[in-house]
């Protein structure tokens, strides 16, 4: 470059450019001199020079899936683990002493900074808010997942399940996609329950369904494609129209569902709005019973995580007084009274954080169950027997004490959730050291920690050849031999899942009623499931089986002689 062009003003830009580009660089690495002193100490794969390993994220989410699960066999026995993407580092833990540190900590609780894509959809919920906020919203919609605001579902749940049952017949006898049943089936038990909606007042699940997996789509999108995180450029795409359009969809749900429920709560009306011929509440034989049952009960787990963790659900019946024992709307309307602990707005946005938490997670738990019966009929056949032996041959609905007897279908669900936990990963953001307990390895602060349950699950070292269905994993002799956050399908801690009891129940009940009348199929066999997690693990292929109707004292049961036994 000439000197008379270094007196222009382009010129004068390009030559105070470069080094003031060195200098923001040279201070951007000194300011982290300290997190690149401790990552080198961390064994990892080999990146790109600044790039590092952000090119193993490029393709369709199956894809991405997949590369990064292949490179992870790489360091199977490694722990932890390094990640360079760009200047971000990620460090996995597979190690449950490790991850212990972590989810079982009141310090850790900031969730990585990917979840802010989440914000146009859950505003500051309890997904993603941190600090005082969160905490005092955690300690106000615990206790409506109370067991004892559970059992009041127990008729709701078999209701919609049998309403499942019924639309599935038209599905006898060919191939089809399990998963948009149980989306649909999931959204409209939550509408019922949880929220305390009629789902007769509301617009069908399925559109609701359907919004969500595409904006579980979009977010995959921003997450994996860097040049979608900037905001000002994400707005310059069709992804930030289709986003806006979907959102509309979604929230237009939660909007008419708080104002349904404001309208009946100011008449003086509580507890849920849905109701069907012949609903009966429980009965107070059924409380003594389950008080009984629930003592005698001894499986070595409680609703999805080992009995031996302990968390804000698990408070004892008394803990919880009878002002605390409103189902969640229900609760945060009252709450929301004088405007003191909740506004207008913190309602919309814990309605929607539930709304999608509550629905797509046991969505895709229940499908990858169905599947997994479908492939191994000697353990669907166990399941239908001990289902036999509880119910004979009776068509009557469910009730709680029936669900503690559901032992063995427990155990595969259990397993269904190790081997397929429906939130693959798990994500802080740390903000200061933490020395691990597998090794004395130092995880430096700024990084973000990966708790890949996927893995975690499948850690040879913990479960016995991990890529076998095997519910006898969960025996209670087996489960008590473990660690105790060898399994986190819910999370645990601090910021475990706030509505694991209430999925456990209802899919407990979604189930059994689904194995009760029909046989499953299925013939892809899982080496060949094409999995993908965006956002939620799900298959790309779809979770495709087929029914047979399942047939009692030599009769079939068909839609007619059905409707004949429950007459």
Same mark, same amino acid.
């Given at each position: 470059?000439?000197?008379?062009?270094?007196?222009?003003?382009?010129?004068?830009?390009?030559?105070?450019?470069?080094?003031?580009?060195?200098?923001?660089?040279?201070?951007?690495?000194?300011?982290?001199?300290?997190?690149?002193?401790?990552?080198?100490?961390?064994?990892?794969?080999?990146?790109?020079?600044?790039?590092?390993?952000?090119?193993?994220?490029?393709? !369709?989410?199956?894809?991405?899936?997949?590369?990064?699960?292949?490179? !992870?066999?790489?360091?199977? +026995?490694?722990?932890?683990?390094?990640?360079?993407?760009?200047?971000?580092?990620?460090?996995?833990?597979?190690?449950?002493?490790?991850?212990?540190?972590?989810?079982? %900590?009141?310090?850790?609780?900031?969730?990585?900074?990917?979840?802010?894509?989440?914000?146009?959809?859950?505003?500051?919920?309890?997904?993603?808010?941190?600090?005082?906020?969160?905490? !005092?919203?955690?300690?106000?919609?615990?206790?409506?997942?109370?067991?004892?605001?559970?059992? %009041?579902?127990?008729?709701?749940? +078999?209701?919609?399940?049998?309403?499942?049952?019924?639309?599935?017949?038209?599905?006898?006898? @060919?191939?089809?996609?399990?998963?948009?049943?149980?989306?649909?089936?999931?959204?409209?038990?939550?509408?019922?329950?949880?929220?305390?909606?009629?789902?007769?007042?509301?617009? %069908?699940?399925?559109?609701?369904?359907?919004?969500? *997996?595409?904006?579980?789509?979009?977010?995959?999108?921003?997450?994996?494609?860097?040049?979608?995180?900037?905001?000002?450029?994400?707005?310059?795409?069709?992804?930030?129209?289709?986003?806006?359009?979907?959102?509309?969809?979604?929230?237009?749900?939660?909007?008419?569902?708080?104002?349904?429920?404001?309208?009946?709560?100011?008449?003086?009306?509580?507890?849920?709005?849905?109701?069907?011929?012949?609903?009966?509440?429980?009965?107070?034989?059924?409380?003594?019973?389950?008080?009984?049952?629930?003592? !005698?009960?001894?499986?070595?787990?409680?609703?999805?995580?080992?009995?031996?963790?302990?968390?804000?659900?698990?408070?004892?019946?008394?803990?919880?007084?009878?002002?605390?024992?409103?189902?969640?709307?229900?609760?945060?309307?009252?709450?929301?009274?004088?405007?003191?602990?909740?506004?207008?707005?913190?309602?919309?946005?814990?309605?929607?954080?539930?709304?999608?938490?509550?629905?797509?997670?046991?969505?895709?738990?229940?499908?990858?169950?169905?599947? *997994? *019966?479908?492939?191994?009929?000697?353990?669907?056949?166990?399941?239908?027997?001990?289902?036999?032996?509880?119910?004979?041959?009776?068509?009557?609905?469910?009730?709680?004490?029936?669900?503690?007897?559901?032992?063995?279908?427990?155990?595969?669900?259990?397993?269904?959730?190790? *081997?397929?936990?429906?939130?693959?990963?798990?994500?802080?953001?740390?903000?200061?050291?933490?020395?691990?307990?597998?090794?004395?390895?130092?995880?430096?602060?700024?990084?973000?920690?990966?708790?890949?349950?996927?893995?975690?699950?499948?850690?040879?070292?913990?479960?016995? +050849?991990?890529?076998?269905? +095997?519910?006898?994993?969960?025996?209670?002799?087996?489960?008590?031999?473990? @660690?105790?956050?060898?399994?986190?399908?819910?999370?645990?801690?601090?910021?475990?899942?706030?509505?694991?009891?209430?999925?456990?129940?209802?899919?407990?009940?979604?189930?059994?009623?689904?194995?009760?009348?029909?046989?499953?199929?299925?013939?892809?066999?899982?080496?060949?499931?094409?999995?993908?997690?965006?956002?939620?693990?799900?298959?790309?292929?779809?979770?495709?089986?087929?029914?047979?109707?399942?047939?009692?004292?030599?009769?079939?049961?068909?839609?007619?002689?059905?409707?004949?036994?429950?007459?």
């Amino acid at each position: 470059m000439a000197v008379a062009d270094l007196l222009t003003p382009t010129g004068l830009f390009y030559y105070l450019l470069v080094p003031t580009v060195i200098l923001w660089y040279a201070y951007f690495r000194y300011s982290r001199r300290r997190l690149y002193e401790l990552a080198a100490k961390i064994n990892g794969p080999d990146g790109l020079p600044l790039l590092g390993s952000a090119l193993e994220f490029t393709g !369709s989410a199956h894809d991405v899936y997949q590369k990064i699960w292949e490179r !992870s066999r790489e360091f199977d +026995n490694e722990t932890p683990v390094k990640l360079w993407i760009g200047p971000r580092l990620l460090v996995f833990l597979q190690d449950p002493r490790d991850i212990e540190l972590i989810l079982g %900590s009141n310090v850790h609780l900031d969730k990585s900074p990917e979840y802010r894509y989440f914000a146009p959809w859950f505003g500051n919920g309890l997904l993603i808010s941190t600090g005082d906020h969160w905490r !005092s919203h955690r300690k106000l919609i615990a206790p409506t997942f109370h067991l004892n605001v559970l059992k %009041s579902f127990i008729d709701l749940f +078999n209701h919609n399940s049998r309403g499942v049952v019924e639309k599935l017949r038209k599905e006898i006898g @060919h191939e089809f996609d399990a998963h948009e049943y149980m989306s649909e089936a999931t959204v409209e038990i939550l509408l019922e329950t949880a929220m305390g909606v009629s789902k007769k007042e509301q617009q %069908s699940g399925f559109e609701y369904a359907m919004a969500v *997996m595409k904006m579980c789509d979009i977010l995959h999108l921003r997450h994996t494609k860097f040049w979608l995180r900037p905001e000002v450029i994400f707005r310059l795409t069709k992804y930030f129209g289709e986003q806006k359009k979907l959102l509309g969809i979604i929230h237009g749900l939660t909007k008419r569902v708080i104002a349904n429920k404001k309208v009946e709560f100011n008449k003086g009306v509580r507890g849920s709005l849905a109701s069907y011929p012949g609903m009966k509440p429980a009965t107070e034989t059924e409380t003594k019973a389950t008080k009984s049952a629930k003592v !005698s009960e001894d499986t070595g787990m409680s609703y999805g995580q080992s009995a031996g963790l302990k968390d804000d659900l698990d408070v004892d019946d008394n803990d919880v007084g009878e002002k605390k024992r409103l189902a969640f709307l229900d609760l945060l309307i009252e709450s929301a009274q004088n405007g003191v602990v909740l506004t207008d707005q913190d309602i919309k946005e814990e309605v929607d954080t539930i709304m999608f938490e509550g629905h797509d997670t046991t969505a895709a738990g229940s499908s990858f169950f169905l599947c *997994m *019966m479908g492939l191994h009929q000697d353990i669907q056949d166990k399941v239908v027997e001990e289902l036999d032996q509880i119910f004979g041959d009776s068509d009557r609905p469910a009730t709680f004490q029936d669900t503690l007897e559901m032992k063995y279908l427990e155990r595969c669900m259990l397993e269904t959730l190790r *081997m397929y936990p429906p939130v693959p990963i798990i994500a802080r953001q740390l903000r200061e050291e933490v020395k691990m307990a597998s090794n004395g390895c130092v995880v430096p602060a700024g990084c973000t920690v990966i708790v890949a349950t996927v893995k975690l699950h499948r850690n040879e070292t913990i479960y016995p +050849n991990p890529t076998v269905f +095997n519910p006898d994993n969960f025996l209670p002799e087996k489960s008590a031999a473990r @660690h105790y956050y060898a399994f986190v399908p819910f999370s645990a801690g601090p910021r475990s899942c706030v509505g694991r009891k209430y999925a456990m129940l209802k899919l407990k009940i979604l189930l059994s009623t689904i194995l009760r009348n029909y046989r499953i199929k299925a013939t892809i066999p899982e080496k060949d499931f094409k999995l993908t997690a965006d956002i939620i693990l799900k298959r790309a292929d779809g979770f495709k089986i087929s029914l047979e109707p399942r047939k009692r004292s030599g009769v079939s049961v068909s839609p007619s002689t059905a409707t004949a036994v429950r007459a």
